[in-house]
């Protein structure tokens, strides 16, 4: 039987749902084909600003994600280390969060765990920061090239990888930001696996400042 448009819009609602009744220790991922931009929308509309779960589309394949505990924490250690840097080393930032961002004309729709512009503020960040706990699921990256994200941090299985956006519109990972070229990217990294994130930022705001 061929569910009507109302009928798959509850339906996904009820996915929505069932994701965010998970425990925190757990993450849950379910993708879902054949979605009109129209209910995309009106899905965002209905989750609003809960932090329970996050969409992601891309040319009608729409991904839903509950975060864990540990997504969680490791999306705001580096939020913080990473606004720690940009203090310490006077560079002007506006933070945007979890902000959902869209081109319908694309066919795309993505909330990173962090988005920041530098320097003055944008459509889209400047850079983006994603925290993969549970791998597969829709391609980050075939989304924020089509939004001209210039630069993606993706941290797994406690390594960071940075990809950046070049004239032909594909990414290249790379060992150095091209966004941040003074930032040392391993010692950076070495500081989101403490336990403690506020020994964390202390000891990093000293070695960095050290730097200078």
């Known amino acids: 039987m061929m569910l009507t448009a109302v009928d798959k819009l509850e ?11 998970k425990d925190a220790e ?3 991922v379910f993708i879902i084909n054949n979605i009109p931009w129209q209910q995309y929308e009106k899905l965002l ?3 609003g600003d809960n932090a329970g779960v996050r969409l992601k589309y891309l040319e009608q394949n729409l991904e839903i994600m509950s975060p864990s505990s540990v997504h969680e924490f490791h999306k705001k250690t580096i ?9 310490t080393k006077g560079i002007r930032f506006y933070p945007l969060g979890s902000t959902t961002f869209r ?5 795309r729709g993505i909330e990173p765990d962090q988005g920041y512009c530098l320097n003055s503020p944008k459509e889209f960040p400047d850079l983006a920061i994603e925290v993969v706990v549970t791998s597969g699921g829709i ?3 075939n989304i924020y090239k089509k939004l001209g ?6 941290w797994g299985k406690e390594e960071l990888k940075v990809y950046v956006l070049q004239e032909n519109e594909e990414y290249i990972q790379v060992n150095k930001s091209s966004l941040l070229p003074d930032l040392d990217l391993n010692l950076f990294a070495s500081y989101i696996t403490y336990d403690e ?10 070695k960095i400042t050290k730097l200078k």
Request: glycine letters at 2%; aromatic letters at 14%.
């Open 11 to 21: 339906h996904l609602k009820t996915m929505i749902e069932l994701a965010k009744s």
């Open 26 to 28: 757990s993450e849950q």
């Open 45 to 47: 509309n209905f989750v």
């Open 79 to 87: 939020g913080i280390l990473l606004e720690c840097y940009f203090l």
């Open 103 to 107: 081109a319908e004309k694309n066919a």
């Open 139 to 141: 391609d980050s990256l």
């Open 149 to 154: 994200v210039s630069e993606v941090w993706f």
């Open 197 to 206: 994130p506020f020994d964390a930022v202390l000891e990093f705001r000293d």
